[in-house]
Each structure stands twice: as structure tokens, then as C-alpha cells.
């Protein structure tokens, strides 16, 4: 029998290949897999879904990772995918698979990050499976939000020739957390007596152990009447998620190097790891920032924005996805998403 | 610290533990934790969600399980939790955390399982997440329903005294189909000469392998306009499950021994394994039958509704759970779920 290596496809040509020759059956199946969220018509509202699995070994490490951020971690990384539909949240289930090493008070650990998450973000935890596993860890999170208005739902495939690329907040910051935490990691298996140091890097670690999800930019985008084109969560890398918006919207885009927002510390701690700080925005991902499109006529609401950056502009497909350097060249983007397999 | 295993608790008792302290923001969520699906309320009807997660080693063994029969029963046992609501399913979410040693034609045969579960029950693939897991097959599966009759729905804690108790289909085969598929395993095991022998017992392997929701029973509800006052899908055993609904209506019951459907071919493999054949179907679970209770008045409704059966009557909570058995003996019920832990 054939054996194709799951590699060969990739997580997204994986998917692809597999959902292949499904049909829908119902007509509230209104967005279906291929979004942040899926969408379901409810009565006169729809209601949005999103699922995430974290596993130990792959999304996180307990060697570094504390049980309560995990806990936390899990949900926002799914109020993110309903977030950015331009929606909000109100549930989450979930679901925790686990080894007979994990004891109650572990377990509570995990639960009281749940529970933080929910109070911070007012969703409400509503059901979940809790069963063993032979060895590790695997949680698996769903959010759910509804809303009336279907025409305030933001896809991905809503941008338009024109239209200006922003992002709520600076990227790179949760790549490089990660890099810093295992570096120490192994500095540790190597030199038990070496104590983690940390200092000057507590908002990279905080950005790649406890993220937060942008409920403020939804709730900005409602008072001041705007509306995105597209929008989609940063977690795979400004560049990846960058093209997922351009393909689905049948267009191309250029980002401005210089516009790209780094925080200070993001790039201190790269250029320790001769890293280019802007590759770590490009490629890094787990930012949980929102990208998203405005049009043109709505760019001054954007000016008032707090903490979001205009960053580049949609263009025809025919042009590509472009960086356009500091130095004044002009690049062609690759999607550089994690490749878990 | 203090160390407390999970085994102290048990499933129930941890989930209740665990979820203790967790606050409702939402009035949208109707019904949490606690029945088959959480029920949130959208617009003015109502979504029905259930999660389950499916663990390599501990609810499936792909020595013997076929991997298009894993992707059916991951769907099904999901989908029987919003029939269990008196709710039509009408789309899921599937998601999986793979290692390295499963090949696309591997997760192709999965898919084909979901695929032909999707087209079956009319239900619609809308999204999921695929990854990584460094050892195993995890996966998880949702279900989602919608009704804009909020009365329809029937939760586990609405039997009353007086109400008879009715289940939709034999019990106990899923139980002795597992008994048999690893007593052939291990006869294999111990030699690889020894061709596995299911002549005469393909019923029970299929309610193991390959089991059905019991979409039918909901549609003669409607059909006939009877609303069974509380239901459980029968996924721990009869036992364990009709507990539930009393526990959580407040109530007792019995059960009579000579009413509790058995299939020939499950009661003549019992005698085989030297078990009770009744003990199976009370202890033995996975049958996803529909438990439920309705008034006297609907008893008629019942008695020309294909496949069930009338197996008890619900009595004050003094009383306890009983089982009225065939010799005329009165046994209190114990509930003998799985502990996967």
C-alpha cells in the first residue's frame, strides 16, 4: 500500500486533501472550515465555532510552562479565532486528555488558568470531556459566540484593492519568548546549578506563555462604527496569516519593513540571538494579535486607534505578497507557518 | 504538596471538583455542565454543543478497530449526545493530534469514516484543527444542533414519579463485542498462527466498532408529538446513566430485570464469557441507545414506537434505585461506569 508522509502536504495542504468531497447537508452551514471560526446560521443570528488542540511535546513544554498559564493559554488561543470574526465569545468548552502523572492539584492548576481566562474575558466555560491518555497531556478547546448581526461578521476574504493592512499590536515578541525559555531550558539539562535568568524579558516570556486576545479591538471597531474587510489572528506569523487573507481574498499586498511594530525588548533580545527581529514578526507567530483590513475611507478611525499600526496595503493578486524594505527593496513574502509534523 | 490522585475522585466527582468556583457571565448559557450537551441560547432558539475526546490506548485499539470505523463511531458518539437532547445534529467539528507514524492514506481512511457518519446523519463538517502529538492518535470531536423550539428540549433532570422508563434498543452488545475483539487479540498475540473467528458474532462486534445514533427515535418523537420528560444517551451503561437522571431529577426507580432488552447473540456470547448478560447491559455502556422517561399519559405513544422498550417506572428518590430481577429479588443499582483512569 502507498504511504504518503503527511510532511509532503504540509498542515494546511493536509487539511485540504482531507476535506476534500465532504458536501454540506444543512443551509445554516454558512462558513465552513477554512476561517478562523466556522459559522452556523442560528434563527435570525449565526453563531461562531473555533477549536484548538494543545499538546504536550508539540504547543507547549511543562519543563517552563506553568500549569495555571496553560490553562489559561488554551482558551485565548480560541477567543482569538472568535475575536477575530469580529465576534465575541461567550463560551468555551474544554476538553483535557491526561497521564496518571497529573495529579488533582495539577489539574486544579490548569483549571484555575480556565478560570482566570474566563472571568477576564466574561465567556462562560460550559462543558469539555475529561478522560486519560497513555502518556502526556492533550487539551482541546472550543469558543463559541453569537451574534444577530450577519453583516458584522469579518472573513478573511473580504479584502479589497486599496484597502490598508493593520495589526493591533507589536509581533515577534512571543516567537522570541520561546526562544529565550528553551535556550535556558537547555542551559539547565546542561548545568543544573544554572539558574534561569529572565531579567529585562519578562514581556517576551509573558507574550509566549500567557497570551491575551484582542477583546479591545472588537469592542473599538463597535463603537467607532468600523467595520474591517477581512481580519484574521496572528498565530502562524504575520507573513503565513498575511496570505491566508490574500488568497482567500483574491489579492496581493505589500508590508512596509519600517511599519511592522517590534517592541523594544523584542529587539534587544534578537539581536542576542542574531535573529532579525522583523523575520521573527514575519515567521514567529503565537502573537494573538488581529490582522485586518480597513478601507480606505476609513483610515481615520484607524489614526485613533490605540496600540494598532497601519503596516502595508492591499494590492492586485497580479502584484504578489511584497515586503517592501527598509533599505528600499522589494521581496516577494513566503508563508512560514510552524510546521508541526 | 499535597498529591491527590485523580482515581480518589473519579470522572464524575473529578469534573465536579475541578469546574467548582466557575461563575456564569453569560445569560445565553442555559444549560452548563451536567447533561449531554450544554445548551446556549441564540437569538430565539437555542444551540445545543457536546465534546468528546477519543484516545489511542484507552477507547480505541487500532490492532483491531479499522480506522474508517474510528472515524465513524468519533462522529457518532457525539451525535448521539444531541439526540439525547430530543435535538437534530446538524454540524460537527473533528480534530486530531497524529504522530508521525500515520500516513494521508492512513488519515484518508479516518476521514472517509467522518465522511460517510457526515453523510448518513445529514450533518455538516464546518471546521477542526489537525496537529501533531509526539506518541498515539488523539482526537476530538463536537457536535452542534439547533431548534428554535426551546420546549422540545429534554435535559436529564425532568423524570417524575410515575413516569415509565423506555430505552431505544438492546444493551450490552458494545460491551461483549469488546470482550471478544480482545480476547482475540490476545489469543493472536499469543499465537500469530490463530485466525481471529467472529462467525456468529458480527452484531455485537458492529455495536462495538461501528455503532448508530438513534436519529429515528427523535424523529418518531416529533412525529407522534411525545416529549420524553428526561434522556441520556447510554455511553457508561444503563446503570450508571439511568443514575444520572435521577440523580439530577430528584427521583428513584426500578428497573425490571425481565424487561431489559438483550440481544440472542449477546446473551448467547455472555454465556460464553461466563457473565450475566443483564450485568452487561447495566455495567457494560457504549450502546448509545436512548434512555428516557415519559408520563403515563404517553404510554401509548410508546408502545407503537419501533424498537423500544418499557423497562421501568420512576419512583419517589426514598426509594433509591432498584432492580426488580427475575427471581423476584429487589438489588440496589450501583453505577459501574468506566473509570479511565
Same mark, same amino acid.
Given at each position: 500500500?502507498?504511504?504518503?508522509?503527511?510532511?509532503?502536504?504540509?498542515?494546511?495542504?493536509?487539511?485540504?486533501?482531507?476535506?476534500?468531497?465532504?458536501?454540506?447537508?444543512?443551509?445554516?452551514?454558512?462558513?465552513?472550515?477554512?476561517?478562523?471560526?466556522?459559522?452556523?446560521?442560528?434563527?435570525?443570528?449565526?453563531?461562531?465555532?473555533?477549536?484548538?488542540?494543545?499538546?504536550?511535546?508539540?504547543?507547549?513544554?511543562?519543563?517552563?510552562? +506553568? #500549569?495555571?498559564?496553560?490553562?489559561?493559554?488554551?482558551?485565548?488561543?480560541?477567543?482569538?479565532?472568535?475575536?477575530?470574526?469580529?465576534?465575541? +465569545?461567550?463560551?468555551?468548552?474544554?476538553?483535557?486528555?491526561?497521564?496518571?502523572?497529573?495529579?488533582?492539584?495539577?489539574?486544579?492548576?490548569?483549571? /484555575?488558568?480556565?478560570?482566570?481566562?474566563?472571568?477576564?474575558?466574561?465567556?462562560?466555560?460550559?462543558?469539555?470531556?475529561?478522560?486519560?491518555?497513555?502518556?502526556?497531556?492533550?487539551?482541546?478547546? *472550543?469558543? #463559541?459566540?453569537?451574534?444577530?448581526?450577519?453583516?458584522?461578521?469579518?472573513?478573511?476574504?473580504?479584502?479589497?484593492?486599496?484597502?490598508?493592512?493593520?495589526?493591533?499590536?507589536?509581533?515577534?515578541?512571543?516567537?522570541?519568548?520561546?526562544? $529565550?525559555?528553551?535556550?535556558?531550558?537547555?542551559?539547565?539539562?546542561?548545568?543544573? &546549578?544554572?539558574? +534561569?535568568?529572565?531579567?529585562?524579558?519578562?514581556?517576551?516570556?509573558?507574550?509566549?506563555?500567557? +497570551?491575551?486576545?484582542?477583546?479591545?479591538?472588537?469592542?473599538?471597531?463597535?463603537? *467607532?462604527?468600523?467595520?474591517?474587510?477581512?481580519?484574521?489572528? @496572528?498565530?502562524?506569523? $504575520?507573513? &503565513?496569516?498575511?496570505?491566508?487573507?490574500?488568497?482567500? &481574498?483574491?489579492?496581493?499586498?505589500?508590508?512596509?519593513?519600517?511599519?511592522?511594530?517590534?517592541?523594544?525588548?523584542?529587539?534587544?533580545?534578537?539581536?542576542?540571538?542574531?535573529?532579525?527581529? @522583523?523575520?521573527?514578526?514575519? &515567521?514567529?507567530?503565537?502573537?494573538?494579535? $488581529?490582522?485586518?483590513?480597513?478601507?480606505?475611507?476609513?483610515?481615520?478611525?484607524?489614526?485613533?486607534?490605540?496600540? /494598532?499600526?497601519?503596516?502595508?496595503?492591499?494590492?492586485?493578486?497580479?502584484?504578489?505578497?511584497?515586503?517592501?524594505?527598509?533599505?528600499?527593496?522589494?521581496?516577494? $513574502?513566503?508563508?512560514?507557518?510552524?510546521?508541526?509534523?
Amino acid at each position: 500500500m502507498k504511504r504518503t508522509d503527511v510532511n509532503e502536504l504540509g498542515e494546511f495542504g493536509l487539511i485540504d486533501h482531507l476535506v476534500k468531497g465532504f458536501k454540506n447537508h444543512n443551509k445554516s452551514t454558512l462558513k465552513s472550515i477554512g476561517d478562523d471560526a466556522a459559522i452556523i446560521k442560528a434563527g435570525a443570528g449565526s453563531v461562531a465555532i473555533s477549536t484548538d488542540m494543545l499538546i504536550e511535546g508539540i504547543h507547549f513544554d511543562l519543563s517552563y510552562c +506553568p #500549569l495555571k498559564h496553560l490553562g489559561y493559554k488554551s482558551v485565548i488561543v480560541n477567543l482569538s479565532d472568535i475575536y477575530a470574526m469580529n465576534m465575541l +465569545p461567550s463560551q468555551i468548552t474544554f476538553s483535557m486528555a491526561l497521564s496518571n502523572r497529573f495529579s488533582v492539584e495539577a489539574l486544579e492548576e490548569i483549571y /484555575a488558568g480556565v478560570k482566570k481566562a474566563c472571568e477576564i474575558y466574561k465567556v462562560d466555560l460550559v462543558g469539555g470531556d475529561t478522560t486519560s491518555i497513555p502518556k502526556g497531556l492533550a487539551l482541546s478547546v *472550543s469558543a #463559541l459566540g453569537y451574534t444577530e448581526k450577519l453583516k458584522d461578521i469579518v472573513y478573511r476574504n473580504g479584502a479589497k484593492i486599496g484597502d490598508v493592512i493593520c495589526v493591533t499590536g507589536d509581533l515577534g515578541a512571543a516567537y522570541l519568548g520561546l526562544q $529565550l525559555l528553551e535556550r535556558e531550558k537547555q542551559l539547565f539539562l546542561n548545568d543544573n &546549578s544554572i539558574k +534561569p535568568d529572565f531579567s529585562g524579558n519578562q514581556y517576551v516570556i509573558e507574550r509566549q506563555l500567557k +497570551p491575551e486576545a484582542r477583546k479591545d479591538a472588537i469592542e473599538y471597531f463597535r463603537k *467607532s462604527n468600523l467595520r474591517p474587510t477581512a481580519m484574521i489572528d @496572528v498565530s502562524d506569523g $504575520l507573513s &503565513s496569516d498575511l496570505m491566508h487573507i490574500c488568497k482567500q &481574498s483574491g489579492v496581493g499586498a505589500y508590508l512596509e519593513e519600517s511599519k511592522i511594530p517590534l517592541n523594544a525588548e523584542s529587539k534587544q533580545l534578537a539581536l542576542e540571538f542574531n535573529m532579525d527581529p @522583523v523575520t521573527c514578526a514575519l &515567521s514567529g507567530g503565537e502573537d494573538y494579535e $488581529l490582522l485586518f483590513t480597513v478601507a480606505p475611507e476609513d483610515l481615520d478611525k484607524i489614526r485613533f486607534m490605540p496600540g /494598532a499600526y497601519i503596516i502595508g496595503e492591499i494590492t492586485p493578486e497580479e502584484d504578489g505578497v511584497k515586503l517592501h524594505t527598509t533599505g528600499g527593496n522589494i521581496h516577494p $513574502l513566503k508563508a512560514q507557518g510552524w510546521n508541526h509534523f
